[in-house]
């Protein structure tokens, strides 16, 4: 059976135990609230790891933050952080071919917190960035 | 979590987790870790190797030192990146299981692992970057 959604890191299968913590938000807009957080290697790291080159551009992403479970969300912080490629998206939606000739599902990057603070030298602390937008 | 026979492993002078000695793993499987007897990365089903995935995961360069009584560690960032199709040809992997690759006997034993809280689909072009920040694992 094939399923009617797109399989990809966007996607919330029905075992997800994630919550959202922090709206979908253009990149751009949250950026100082990330990089403040010392997070700015994420858009480094994903964009150097990118395949096709709209994801290299950080003006082509919006970004949105979860919990990945109940338990996390009790530590405060969220965890986990969804890039979406908005070039990548509209691509997939419409189910076009990339620079590369090929239509994929593919328009998600995530990053995944699973450290945190060292435990007596409070100058290396794990900060994660939250918004609120009004 | 910790995987509980890590600490024998630690105690009986099989894993090196002080300093970089040994080489540390992170593998990405999909079913759940059962800490009280699950030991090596063999008691893991890991997603494929294919696709951006390498069979037994990627080094994280693993670090660690002790200050006053508390030994931490520390971790490179990893990013896997899909290309040619799903991470690992899979749709169902979950966790992030950390091993010591160094270690023959037992084979690549399990120190800790992550809960992802979904199961996941890295098509292709996607990236799931895994971020250790300051450290990501403590013995004191």
Redesign the interface.
């Known amino acids: 059976m094939t399923p009617n959604r ?4 966007a ?3 029905l ?4 919550i959202l913590a922090c709206s979908r938000q253009p990149y751009l807009r949250v950026r100082d609230i990330v990089e403040g957080a010392g ?1 700015g ?2 858009m480094a ?2 964009g150097g ?4 080159s709209c ?1 290299r551009d950080p003006a082509n992403y919006d970004i949105e933050a979860w ?3 109940a338990a ?1 969300k009790a530590k405060g912080p969220p965890d ?1 952080y969804k890039f979406y490629c908005r070039v ?1 998206e509209a691509r997939v939606e419409a189910g076009e071919p ?1 620079e590369r000739g ?1 239509v ?18 409070p100058s ?3 900060s994660r960035p939250m918004w609120e937008i009004r | 979590m910790k995987y509980e026979s890590a600490i024998e492993q630690i105690a009986n002078k099989v894993m090196d987790v002080f300093g970089n000695q040994d080489t540390f793993k992170v593998a990405i499987h999909t079913d759940a870790p059962v800490v009280a007897t699950d030991t090596i990365l063999g008691d893991l089903t890991q997603i494929a190797g294919s696709n951006g995935y390498t069979t037994n995961g990627a080094s994280i360069t693993f670090n660690s030192s002790r ?2 009584g ?1 030994i ?1 560690a520390t ?1 490179a ?1 990893v ?1 896997f ?3 040619g199709g ?1 991470l690992g040809a899979s ?1 169902t992997g979950r966790y ?1 299981g950390i091993h010591d690759d160094t270690v023959a006997s037992p084979v690549k034993p399990l120190l800790c692992d ?23 694992w ?1 013995l ?1």
Do not use: Q
């Open positions: 797109r399989l990809n890191l996607d919330e299968p075992d997800s135990e994630h997070k290697k994420w790291m994903l790891a990118a395949v096709l994801c919990w990945s479970t996390e986990l990548c990339d090929i994929h599902d593919g328009c998600c990057k995530v990053a995944f917190c699973v450290g945190g603070s060292h435990p007596t030298d290396r602390t794990e | 200050s006053g508390t931490t971790a960032d990013t990146t899909a290309s799903n749709t992030f992550y809960d992802y809280g979904s199961t996941f689909t890295v098509a292709d072009t996607e990236t799931m970057l895994v971020d250790f920040g300051a450290t990501f403590a004191a």
